[in-house]
């Protein structure tokens, strides 16, 4: 498949900022009776404060608690009484509040989420009671599942020496339990202005109605000033580190090692190849990694590669990293993996064919476009390109712009990958011992 | 509360699309759904597979694009690439289902690699040995998790020896198939009669019509079609306990009766399974996680499967809150039908009710999914716009009868899963346990 095949989605977006400095994004789709209205703040994990790890998520539960004019777990009543469903999710570098409703609830939500950007309830109550439900949140998704926060969870530490980036983004206990209004209110008031945000709608609606609806409801949150994100940058690995740990519920050795790449937002054009590597390496029976380790060796029962840590290439800052992992066969040797990602590598290096590129990139389109078949994904992934690259319309040009990816660039991009930079963490299996 | 909350523009009605039926002379029906929206196409095959041997079912769904008599498996996985596409399978008790996508333009060619692995799977030896060594691995890994731990447990207790009552295979069945037995379930069961396929996208109904017709019309064979029995009724008896050690939550299972999508309570049994337990703003949720915070996602749901439906609160929480949580799980149960849903509770839930039926189709992979769900009940998509006017007929007296006959606490088999040594004393005392 050539570049000029590779089908684009077919809606208009618009795009305008509001005096209080929050950018709006519309783009109608009357495809279906629908509309998704995702709020995307422009603050992740890694700006949590020392000592308070897992807050940014924590703080996402107490946007649902309550805001002026909406009381606890109204903001939940009031979109699910339009017929609608709502989430939040917290990511490394922003978080996101996203609704999905038929089309006569956009003016509910636009509400909703205008009425919480002015300020949550925080109270001592109700951060209580959510500082338990997140705590049941990691019991079921990190503590009492097996390979729990594998890989995303347990690389950062190995590869990273500053807080930002080395600390566990779900938090310790410890540090949820001693969080206080106070803080809730100062992350507020850091974080969460208009002018940090971007509001994205995508559906069934007209422009004109929706951008008089965004005026009313979001024109007179105050404007105040947007946080100066720091620097995040950390020096490139010069030796390899490696790093294991016991998992007393896991039965399968498994690995994970990862690369510095270059930044995915100052660096896009650098970016790209590996993100292409990555499905080359890992995507389905005919890719490189899978037919070697899998079908060929029989030393993994499982490997996937991607860029940037919870792969999501399109919605990460730097410092990142590309990130292969794998689960071993009962006994498998880390090491023998380990090699052989190293010499599929360096095959790579040597040059990739342009049957094969092109299949890859034909499959990284449809995945994209896959993605957008929601208008709820659709909102989100453009708002996500307007915070992180600065223009919404570029969610629907990265397939595009993967597909202009040269052999010799992903060839390049392989050869980069040295076991001097790795970073490599190690899960020992403790299950049925 | 100063400022008024927005009400809701008027409703646009629910506008499904129009399945173009065929069938081809082989046996297979087809429902082809032009949905425009993004490029591409949904597909999805359900071959009825009731009775076959789940392990040898899962080798097969695992191994059937592992090559056939013309292709290798990298050739197979190559051409699907090629068109964007992905191709996976997986059994269970009822039937040998396929899913995929691809971009639309490359329909064709997707359809044509579906007709080759349908009609020539060979099996080698390699690849399904290596398909076996995998199942084998990740039912070791699926094993330490509670989900699947507590899930077998309640599929044993609630059906026995119905199939449905040993939904997962363990290693050591998977390790005992052979390649023998792949082909001869290939051989006796995936045929197109009984087969439907459906596609769902940016299509054009005739020209996938004609893609159909070129590339499966060589699949052939009636195959030994066998019935699947109804579900037996739920008998209730002391909770079961199944012991994990060292677990830091316990996983709380209580199923009660439900009668299927066809029966006339079936509209109120939806709502009135929403507002115990079926939605954020229901009781359950914000008595055991907004209120106690006891745990992340207590839900109830209905399920409704080919053999029969069954209605089921999930509830994982804390160790030292499990007995607790138990008592607010039977306590929300009762009051369904000693504390009613007033008429604002009541239709709250229909509008949400109203509204997910507009939310689930209105993507390509939610009209392919839903599709496939209601044709394996022996229902058209047509069936959302008919159930969507009997949703809103429901009265709250409905809510109070349906409620009554069939979410009783002691009309219930409950199965948690959790550390024994901590969890069996506080549960013993309020209840008749038996550990397994």
């Known amino acids: ?433 | 509360m100063s400022t008024a909350i927005p009400g809701l523009a008027p409703e646009v009605p629910l506008a499904l699309p129009t399945p173009v039926e065929r069938a081809l002379p082989n046996g297979l029906s087809v429902s082809l759904v032009r949905r425009p929206g993004v490029p591409l196409a949904e597909v999805r095959l359900s071959v009825p597979a009731a009775h076959a041997d789940l392990a040898v079912a899962d080798m097969l769904a695992a191994a059937l694009f592992s090559g056939t008599e013309g292709s290798t498996m990298t050739q197979i996985a190559q051409r699907l690439q090629g068109v964007g596409g992905a191709l996976g399978a997986g059994a269970d008790p009822d039937r040998i289902a396929v899913s995929g996508n691809c971009l639309s333009s490359g329909l064709a060619e997707l359809l044509d690699v579906l007709g080759e692995i349908l009609t020539a799977a060979d099996y080698p030896a390699e690849p399904l040995a290596v398909e076996q060594s995998r199942i084998i691995d990740g039912l070791s890994v699926a094993e330490q998790q509670p989900e699947f731990q507590v899930s077998r447990a309640l599929d044993a207790r609630l059906w026995g020896d119905h199939p449905y009552g040993h939904q997962q295979p363990t290693a050591a069945e998977v390790g005992d198939v052979d390649r023998g037995a792949v082909l001869a379930l290939h051989a006796s069961r995936v045929h197109p009669a009984g087969a439907r396929l459906i596609i769902v996208g940016d299509i054009d109904p005739d020209g996938a019509w004609a893609a159909v017709e070129k590339s499966l019309s060589a699949w052939n064979g009636a195959g030994e079609p066998r019935r699947m029995e109804p579900l037996p009724s739920l008998k209730p008896g002391p909770i079961v306990l199944a012991n994990r050690p060292g677990s830091v939550q316990s996983a709380i299972r209580v199923a009660y009766p439900a009668v299927a999508r066809t029966h006339p309570d079936n509209a109120a049994q939806h709502l009135a399974n929403l507002i115990y337990g079926g939605y954020f703003t229901s009781r359950l949720v914000m008595n055991l996680r907004e209120s106690k915070g006891y745990g992340y996602s207590p839900r109830s749901r209905v399920d409704h499967s080919p053999a029969g439906s069954v209605q089921l609160t999930s509830v994982d929480v804390a160790t030292e809150v499990t007995a607790p949580a138990l008592a607010e799980i039977v306590a929300e149960l009762r009051g369904m039908a000693e504390n009613p849903p007033d008429e604002a509770e009541l239709d709250l839930a229909r509008r949400y009710a109203l509204g997910s039926v507009k939310l689930a189709t209105a993507t390509q992979s939610g009209i392919a999914g839903y599709t496939s769900a209601l044709a394996a009940c022996g229902l058209p998509l047509s069936w959302l716009a008919e159930h969507s006017e009997r949703l809103r007929a429901v009265t709250a007296a409905d809510i109070k009868r349906v409620a009554a006959e069939r979410m009783n606490p002691d009309g219930a088999v409950s199965v948690i899963l959790g550390d024994g040594e901590h969890v069996t004393g506080p549960l013993a005392d309020s209840s008749e346990i038996e550990v397994l």
């Open chain 1, 1 to 433: 498949m050539t570049v000029a095949t590779i089908p684009a989605p077919a809606f208009a977006i618009e795009t305008f900022r509001l005096a209080n400095g929050l950018r709006v994004v519309l783009a109608p789709d009357p495809g279906a009776p629908v509309v998704g209205v995702a709020v995307v703040y422009d603050v992740g994990m890694r700006s949590e404060p020392e000592g308070r790890t897992g807050f940014a998520h924590l703080f996402e539960h107490m946007m649902f608690q309550g805001s002026h004019n909406v009381g606890k777990a109204e903001h939940m009543r009031h979109v699910q009484s339009a017929g609608g469903t709502f989430n939040g999710s917290t990511h490394i570098d922003y978080t996101d509040y996203f609704n999905l409703l038929p089309s006569g609830g956009l003016e509910l939500a636009l509400f909703l989420e205008a009425d919480r950007m002015r300020g949550p309830a925080i109270t001592e109550e109700n951060l209580e009671n959510q500082v338990s439900v997140v705590k049941e949140e990691i019991r079921v998704n990190v503590l009492n599942r097996p390979y729990g926060g594998f890989p995303w969870l347990k690389l950062p530490p190995v590869m990273f020496d500053t807080f930002p980036n080395a600390h566990d983004g779900y938090g310790s206990f410890g540090d949820l339990e001693a969080a206080t209004v106070d803080e809730a209110q100062a992350f507020f008031d850091a974080f969460y202005p208009a002018s940090n945000a971007v509001l994205s709608v995508a559906g069934d609606f007209t422009v004109e109605t929706a951008r008089d609806l965004v005026e009313r409801h979001f024109g007179d949150v105050p404007a105040r000033p947007a946080p100066v994100h720091p620097s995040f940058a950390e020096p490139n690995l010069d030796a390899e580190r490696r790093e294991s740990y016991v998992d007393e519920r896991a039965t399968l050795p498994a690995v994970a090692m990862a690369w510095r790449i270059p930044d995915p937002v100052t660096e896009l054009a650098e970016f790209l190849p590996y993100v292409v590597l990555g499905e080359l390496l890992t995507d389905g029976d005919a890719s490189r990694l899978v037919e070697r380790l899998v079908h060929r060796d029989r030393v993994a029962t499982a490997v996937a590669a991607h860029a940037t840590f919870m792969a999501e290439p399109f919605a990460s800052r730097g410092p990142t990293a590309l990130l292969i992992q794998a689960f071993l066969p009962p006994g498998g040797d880390v090491d023998t993996v380990m090699a052989g990602v190293h010499e599929e590598l360096a095959r790579v290096a040597e040059g990739v064919d342009e049957a094969e590129l092109g299949r890859v990139k034909a499959r990284v389109a449809a995945q994209l476009l896959r993605s957008d078949d929601s208008v709820m994904g659709r909102s989100r992934r453009l708002a996500t390109a307007e915070v992180f690259h600065g223009d919404a319309t570029m969610a629907t040009r990265f397939a595009v712009l993967l597909g202009e990816v040269t052999a010799e660039s992903v060839a390049r991009a392989a050869a980069a990958l040295t076991p001097n930079r790795r970073a490599v963490i190690e899960v020992v299996p403790g299950g049925n011992q």
